[in-house]
C-alpha cells in the first residue's frame, strides 16, 4: 500500500486539480467564454442552470467565470506570501541553527514572541502598516507564516548539524559553504517542502480572510474571498454567490494538502 | 532575585515549585517581547494616525495644535520615549485612547469583551463535544466505512474557510429551516450559531492529534493484555485508551486559543456580533493602533496563559513528567 503512495488515485486527483486551476491561471478564457467584470444587467441572480452552470451574481456576472479568473488572485498571490515566510523563516531559521549560542537563544526568542501572537492578527499588523491591496495582503501573510518556518528549519538544522556524519565532514575540512550545500540543504529540502506546500494551502485560506474582510482587492475583482462576502448581502435568495467561490477554496486547501502529506510521508518517492 | 541565583528558598519550593516559577517566567518575557515588537511593528506607520485625522483641512487646525493634539495622544513622538510611557501605562491599566472614537481604549475594550469571550468559550466547549465525539466514533462505531469517513473528516475540516461555514450555517439553519433567527435574540442565543462556526475549525488539530495518539495507545502492550482478559471494546475504550491519549491534546491549548481569537474577528463579521472582531476591523480600517496593540496584547496573553495552564497541569496529570519536565511539546507547524 505504502509502495504506491505516491501515484494514488488521491494524490493523481490533487495533481489534477492544482493542474486545472494552474490552467485557469495562465489561460482563463480556454476553460469559460464569459467575462468575469462586466454582467449582462438583466440575467442578474439567476440559478445554476445550463448556460451559467453556477449561476450569476447581482450584476449578472457569471459565477464560473468569476471563480475562474479568482484563481489568477488567490493562487499567485497564496504562492508568494509562502515563498516569503519560506525564505525569511529559513534565512532566520538557519542563521540561528548555524551561530548557536547567544544569537540562537535570542532568535529563538523572537521566534517564540511571534509565535505568541494570533496569526491573523500578526498579519493585520501588518496590513494597518502597509496598507490595503493584494500585494500587502500577500506580505502580511508571508510575515505572519515566517515564525513557524523560522522554528522548524531552526530546529531540523539543529538535528542534522548533529548527525555524525555532518560532523564527520567538518573535522575533515569542509567549509562552511560547503556544509550547508552538500550536506544540510540536501535533507532538509524535501520536510521543508511538505512543510511549505501545506503552508500553501493555509495561505490560500488566510488571504482569502484578509479578501473577504476587505484589506485585499478592492471590489470590482473575482477575488474568492471578496465574492463570499459580496454574496452574503444575498444569502436569502442567491445562494449560489458565497457557496461555489467558497467550494472552490475548499477543493484548492484539500489538494494542497494531500500532496503535502504524499510529500512528507516518509518512502513517498521511493517505488 | 538573590534567591534566584542562590536557589535556597526555591529549594524548599521543590521540583515543581522551581517547574512553575521558571515557566511563570518565561510567560512574562513573551508578553513582554509580545508587546515590544508589536509596539516598534506599529510605531512604524507611515501615516501618523493622529496626522492622518487632525490634518484634515476642514477641522483647521494650526501645525501648533496638531502637535498638542499628538502630544495628548501618544505622549511624545520620540518613539523610545513613547514606550517606557506606554509600557508604564499599561502596567495601570490604562491602554491609551483610540485616535478614530476618542474615547479610551480600555473602556472599548470592556464594551466588546463579553460578547467575544461568550463566543470563545461556548465555541471552545462545543469544539471539545466534536473532537471526543469523533475520537468515540472513529474507535466505536460498527460500519468501518464510518469509522474511516470519520477519520478523514478533521482533515477535510481543517480546509474549511471559517466564515463561510459561518455563512453556510446561517444558510441551512435560519433561512431554509427556519431552527434560530440570526438577529434580534439574547445574548447567549445569538452566540449559538457563531460558535458552531467558530468550534467546527478549532475541533479539527484536536480531533486529529486525538486520533493519532489513540491509535498509537491501542498498540500498546498493556491494551493487548486487557482485551485478551475479555473486557468489552468500550470499557477497554474509555477506561484505558482514552485517559491515555488526550495529553497532547491539551498541549494544542496555545494554538486552539490563537484560533478562537481569528475565528472570532471573521464570524463576528459574519453574523454581525459588536465583539473584539468588530472592534479589530474598526482599528485596521481607522488605522487606530492602540485598539489594534491592545488586542493583539489581549491575544498574546490568551496564548501565554492557555500555554502556561497546560505546562502547569501536564506535570500534575501525567505523574512520570513530574520528575523531568522537559518542556512542552512543540505546537507549531503542521
Partial sequence: ?271 | MSSFRSGSSLDALGGFGRYALTQVFRAIVILWGAFTVTFFLLQMMPGDAVMIRFMDPELGLSPEQIEAMRVLYSGSSNPLVQYVHTIGQMLQGNFGYSVQLGVPVATLIAAALPVTLRLAAVGFLLSLLWTLAIAVGASLLPLRWLRQALHALPGFWSAIPLYWSGILIIQLLSFRLHLLPVVGVGPWEGVILPAIAVSLPIAAPQAKLLLQQIEETEQLPFVMAIRTKGASRASVFFRHILPNSIIPSLTMAGLVFGELIAGAIVTETVFGLNGLGHLTREAVSGQDVAVLQAIVMIGATGFVVANLTVDLLIPLINPTLRSAPAGRKETSGS
Avoid: C
Wanted: hydrophobic share 50%; glycine share 10%; charged share 10%.
Fill in chain 1, 1 to 271: 500500500m505504502k509502495r504506491l503512495s505516491f501515484f494514488s488515485p488521491e494524490t493523481l486527483l490533487s495533481i489534477g486539480i492544482l493542474a486545472v486551476f494552474m490552467l485557469a491561471i495562465v489561460w482563463p478564457s480556454a476553460l469559460t467564454s464569459s467575462d468575469p467584470v462586466t454582467g449582462v444587467a438583466k440575467d442578474h441572480l439567476l440559478a445554476p442552470d445550463r448556460t451559467h452552470w453556477l449561476g450569476t451574481d447581482q450584476l449578472g456576472r457569471d459565477v464560473l467565470a468569476r471563480i475562474i479568473y479568482g484563481a489568477r488572485e488567490t493562487l499567485p498571490a497564496a504562492f508568494i506570501a509562502t515563498l516569503t515566510g519560506v525564505v525569511l523563516g529559513a534565512l532566520i531559521g538557519g542563521f540561528a541553527a548555524m551561530s548557536g549560542g547567544i544569537v540562537d537563544a535570542s532568535l529563538s526568542g523572537l521566534i517564540d514572541v511571534l509565535l505568541s501572537i494570533p496569526e491573523l492578527l500578526l498579519a493585520l499588523s501588518v496590513v494597518i502598516l502597509t496598507g490595503f491591496g493584494p500585494v500587502h495582503a500577500a506580505l502580511a501573510v508571508g510575515i505572519s507564516q515566517t515564525a513557524s518556518f523560522a522554528r522548524i528549519v531552526r530546529n531540523l538544522v539543529r538535528s542534522l548539524r548533529a548527525m555524525p556524519y555532518v560532523e564527520a565532514a567538518h573535522l575533515s575540512g569542509t567549509g562552511f559553504g560547503g556544509m550547508i550545500w552538500r550536506h544540510i540543504l540536501p535533507n532538509a529540502f524535501r520536510p521543508v517542502l511538505g512543510l511549505a506546500v501545506l503552508r500553501y494551502s493555509m495561505a490560500i485560506l488566510s488571504l482569502a480572510t484578509l479578501g473577504f474582510l476587505g484589506y485585499g482587492a478592492p471590489p470590482p475583482t473575482p477575488e474568492w474571498g471578496l465574492m463570499i462576502s459580496e454574496g452574503r448581502d444575498y444569502l436569502a435568495t442567491a445562494w449560489w454567490m458565497t457557496t461555489f467561490p467558497g467550494l472552490a477554496l475548499l477543493i484548492v486547501a484539500l489538494a494542497a494538502n494531500h500532496l503535502s502529506h504524499t510529500i512528507t510521508r516518509p518512502g513517498g518517492t521511493q517505488p
